[in-house]
T-cell receptor, first 114, second 114 residues
Framework: DADVTQTPRNRITKTGKRIMLECSQT?????MYWYRQDPGLGLRLIYY???????NKGEISDGYSVSRQAQAKFSLSLESAIPNQTALYFC?????????????FGPGTRLTVL | GDSVTQMEGPVTLSEEAFLTINCTYT??????LFWYVQYPGEGLQLLLK?????DKGSNKGFEATYRKETTSFHLEKGSVQVSDSAVYFC?????????????FGKGTTLSVSS
């Protein structure tokens, strides 16, 4: 079984709808991240969390919110989706707070906002 | 702030050709450097990394050396295979980066034909 899972894998929605993307991990890691990938732009950080009580905004947090329900679960919400939030969204985890650590990525959620 | 620049793609090669994908970075201090690979329809996975100057990361025939004097971390492989076709991302993580999150280059698409 995959260590980092994301649901749904694909989602099409309409402008103004509320959407939640979910991430679960079985690696026992404390650090979790949400990134967004746009063609030609690489990945950019939306939010990160060091534990259930420590949640922080990243580079592009406007229009997004997150919830860390447990060590293993980190959800990303779009309160009112807009077309320029169409992108590929990745969750990632890492085991400690050192910057030398590898981050492990989920398979991604492809979101289309019409 | 810190940043990563990698060569534009796509890169198109024949099987058994030599591969170089250039990556340079701008950062204060001593960042860790990573190459991630994204196969079609999948999430990112670590290909190799180096955490201090002059370190060489290697995996699956790929190599990259952390060159602080030229602020570079170029990816090389002596003989590519069709199965190497993917998008390659250069990334860094730094002590002063929020959440020790990864900063990514824009990605380079590699297409290998038989």
């Amino acid at each position: 079984d995959a260590d980092v899972t994301q649901t749904p894998r694909n989602r099409i929605t309409k402008t103004g709808k509320r959407i939640m993307l979910e991430c679960s991990q079985t690696k026992g890691h404390d650090r979790m991240y949400w990134y967004r990938q746009d063609p030609g732009l690489g990945l950019r950080l939306i939010y990160y969390s060091f534990d259930v009580k420590d949640i922080n905004k990243g580079e592009i947090s406007d229009g997004y919110s997150v919830s860390r329900q447990a060590q293993a679960k980190f959800s990303l919400s779009l309160e009112s989706a807009i077309p320029n939030q169409t992108a590929l969204y990745f969750c990632a985890t890492a085991g400690s707070q050192t910057y030398t650590d590898t981050q492990y990525f989920g398979p991604g959620t492809r979101l289309t906002v019409l | 702030g810190d940043s990563v620049t990698q060569m534009e793609g796509p890169v198109t090669l024949s099987e058994e050709a030599f591969l170089t994908i250039n990556c340079t970075y701008t950062a204060t201090g001593y960042p860790s450097l990573f190459w991630y690979v994204q196969y079609p329809g999948e999430g990112l996975q670590l290909l190799l990394k180096a955490t201090k100057a002059d370190d060489k990361g290697s995996n699956k025939g790929f190599e990259a050396t952390y060159r602080k004097e030229t602020t570079s971390f170029h990816l090389e492989k002596g003989s590519v295979q069709v199965s190497d076709s993917a998008v390659y991302f250069c990334a860094l993580s730094n002590l002063n980066q929020a959440g020790t999150a990864l900063i990514f280059g824009k990605g380079t698409t590699l297409s290998v034909s038989s």
